[in-house]
């Protein structure tokens, strides 16, 4: 969806995961809701295509 992230992983790469969004030092308030627009949209694609709320 053209937003780049990070993935990261803790306790010795096996738990918690996490992603970091690292916008410039310059960024505006408007590029700031696109990101996280984006990374709402993303996320809740990932989860209805991978039925992620019948596991739970």
Known sequence: MGLIIYSR???DGVEGD?????????????HLDEITE???AA???????L???EMV
């Open 18 to 30: 996490h992603i970091m969004v690292c916008p410039p030092l310059i960024v505006i308030e408007a």
């Open 43 to 49: 996320l809740t694609r990932l989860v209805d295509d």
């Open 9 to 11: 992983r803790t306790r």
């Open 51 to 53: 039925a992620l709320m």
């Open 38 to 40: 984006t990374l709402d």
